[in-house]
């Protein structure tokens, strides 16, 4: 069984910075994949950006240029690193991976979610 943990979330204000990261536990063999998306209230969750295997990033065109994710191998834990923060960015904020629990056989899997709010 896997778990994922994100943590990092809270209250900043316009233009500050957090960095959530996602832990992924239990029977792994590897992480092919990882991604964060986000759900505001009252609207679709969207994915903000994601990483694969080979580190290739993508990232949704609203936080390119602000946004970062990476991730740690050895720790199993992916990160996001936000920066110059707006107001529309406030959403419950979500880690997405597909991990590989033996050589052969591999599932998507969410974390709980954290609250990010930006907000003056």
């Known amino acids: 069984q896997v778990q994922l943990v994100e943590s990092g979330g809270g209250l900043v204000q316009p233009g500050g910075s957090l960095r959530l990261s996602c832990a992924a536990s239990?029977?792994?063999?590897?992480?092919?994949?990882m991604g964060w998306y986000r759900q505001a209230p009252g609207k679709q969750r969207e994915l903000v950006a994601a990483?694969?295997?080979?580190?290739?990033?993508n990232y949704a065109d609203s936080v390119k240029g602000r946004f970062t994710i990476s991730r740690d191998i050895v720790k199993n834990t992916g990160y996001l690193q936000m920066n110059s923060l707006k107001p529309e960015d406030t959403a419950v904020y979500y880690c997405?991976?597909?991990?590989?629990?033996?050589?052969?056989?591999?599932?998507?899997?969410w974390g709980q979610g954290t609250q990010v709010t930006v907000s003056s």
């Open positions: 997405n991976a597909k991990i590989a629990t033996t050589p052969n056989r591999s599932f998507g899997s």
């Open positions: 239990g029977s792994i063999f590897s992480i092919k994949a």
């Open positions: 990483i694969d295997s080979g580190g290739s990033t």
